[in-house]
């Protein structure tokens, strides 16, 4: 099934990074419904559009979050789509540990303000601060740069290729770390996914420990030492569970509790002990 799901997951963030470059490199495409539509899916483009559709589109995407966590940054984000193909591409070129991803600690002294700070700016109508940067804009920028050159200007190439080579350097080797430290919609949307109803958990009954998750985790979030995903950082993007031979990653609500507690009172005695012949008596 995830791996289905999965699949699925690659064909819409594939259609929307798609759909996305063409938008940024045509620009009578942004005055169709098309074009609307596919503004208002970006949260960034939702907050800056206003009216009804905005908010409703702002709405659906927080309950989307509450729901199930950050799905938008693996479908509907296309910065993330592209992280995604350099961390692909980087991982089939690697040998060795150095390809692989393992557990970090969140930077959360880092993500949390730059999130805050847009988010103070955009209440303040500064939109410049939200649209610079907004993943969609540097996006659109990478995109135009690629496909029409001439038309942006030597300023606007340069601009472009350092930021292409900034996401594509990063995600290269250390996969969704820059959609987990200094992009204020990944912060954004990491506060609010803090406890989602779904997420994925590690059924700790299941687990065999062989890493396999972690070492498909281009998000850094699967710790294994207390088998725990850390939900702020996951972005939904099901590569976990695709791999785990044993079904011990998987969409839960909730976290796992271990069906046999470690520690747990021994037969016939008073005392509460988790090794065999110890108890609490004398």
């Known amino acids: 099934m995830y791996k289905n799901l999965r699949r699925l997951r690659i064909a819409i963030s594939v259609a929307m990074a798609g759909l996305l470059a063409w938008m940024a490199i045509d620009s009578a495409l942004q005055a169709t ?12 483009g939702a907050i800056l559009a206003g009216g009804l559709t905005g908010v409703l589109w702002c709405v659906l995407w927080v309950l989307v979050t509450i ?7 693996s479908t509907a984000c296309p910065l993330g789509t592209l992280m995604d193909v350099s961390a692909h591409i ?3 070129a690697g040998r060795g540990p150095a390809s692989r991803y393992s557990y970090m600690d969140p930077l959360n002294a880092l993500r949390y303000p730059i999130a805050a700070v847009v988010a103070v700016c955009a209440i303040a109508g500064i939109n410049s601060i939200v649209i610079y940067t907004s993943p969609d804009w540097t996006y659109a920028s990478i995109a ?23 996401v594509w350097g990063v995600a290269w080797r250390r996969g969704r770390l820059i959609c987990n430290t200094v992009c204020p919609v990944g912060g954004a949307l990491g506060a609010i996914s803090r406890s989602p109803i779904y997420r994925m958990a590690i ?3 299941k687990c065999i420990g ?16 207390d088998h725990t995903v850390d939900a702020t950082r996951c972005v939904m993007c099901m590569d976990c569970a695709a791999v785990c031979p044993n079904s011990a990653i998987v969409l839960h609500r ?8 470690l520690m747990q009172p021994m037969a016939g005695e008073t005392g509460f002990s988790g090794v065999t012949g110890i108890s609490g008596g004398d």
Not at 67 to 73: A, E, K, L, M
Not at 144 to 166: H, T
């Open 254 to 261: 909730g976290r796992f509790r271990l069906s046999t507690p």
């Open 203 to 205: 059924d700790t009954d």
């Open 90 to 92: 980087g991982r089939r």
């Open 210 to 225: 062989c890493g396999l998750c972690e070492d498909a985790c281009k998000a850094h979030c699967i710790n294994l030492n």
């Open 67 to 73: 729901t199930c966590g950050r799905v938008y940054c």
């Open 33 to 44: 419904a098309l074009g609307r539509w596919l503004a208002h899916t970006q949260i960034a």
């Open 144 to 166: 135009r740069a690629c496909a029409r050159p001439m038309a942006i200007g030597a300023s606007g190439v340069a601009l472009a290729a350092l930021l292409l080579i900034g």
